[in-house]
């Protein structure tokens, strides 16, 4: 009976322990929300450099529909003086992990068309490809939010998040003339395309 009553206890003071850590973690960290949505979760320490509401819409309607929200994170670190080199440093990082998402993306498309068609991309085709999904304008990413943190008052992580939307890849797809005659080659209907190209988005999701 003491044995169940000890054990009894121990149970309790674990869960309760699990709460309160969960508890402080919740106080120590706050929230990127665009389009009132919470994207990314950050240090309370963190001061909120830059915010760009004008991707909110699109945010939300991603949201809401359940479909991928493609965020990427960058950082830097380096002093208070040079802030605007240290955030470009931030988000070039950020961009790195955009280029190596598009190119798991365009692996796994390559590995679908082999199997719907028993055929491969071209190479030229194959590069268009991965150019026009990571091209930071024409493939839809944008930074939308940078922020700092105080390291030891003289030393600072900086930090950007990049929003990418491939769905502004259809248009250009559909308007390659590469891509247009690989899509003939391929003997395979533009839909069908990027059908699967979509899927090959969300299954390299980072």
Do not use: C
Request: hydrophobic letters at 45%; zero cysteines.
């Amino acid at each position: 009976m003491l044995e169940k009553i000890v054990l009894l206890f121990i149970t309790i003071m674990a869960i309760i322990g699990i709460l309160n850590y969960n508890d402080f973690f919740e106080k120590d960290m706050k929230y990127i929300t665009i389009g009132r949505v919470k994207i990314y979760s950050v240090s309370n320490k963190a001061e909120i450099l830059f915010l760009d509401e004008s991707v909110g819409d699109r945010i939300r309607t991603l949201y809401n529909s359940s479909e991928p929200i493609f965020i990427f994170h960058g950082q830097a670190v380096g002093g208070k003086l040079k802030k605007d080199m240290y955030l470009e440093a931030a988000e070039e990082n950020a961009r790195g992990a955009l280029s190596r998402f598009v190119e798991t993306t365009v692996e796994i498309f390559q590995q679908r068309i082999e199997v719907r068609t028993g055929m491969s991309l071209s190479k030229s085709a194959y590069r268009e490809l991965i150019n026009l999904s990571s091209s930071s304008k024409q493939g839809g990413a944008k930074l939308i939010a940078a922020w700092m943190i105080p390291i030891d008052g003289i030393v600072y992580e900086y930090h950007g998040l990049l929003f990418y939307d491939p769905t502004m890849l259809a248009t250009m797809i559909s308007q390659n003339e590469l891509i247009k005659r690989e899509i003939y080659k391929l003997n395979m209907q533009p839909k069908e395309f990027f059908e699967i190209l979509n899927e090959a988005f969300k299954e390299a999701k980072p």
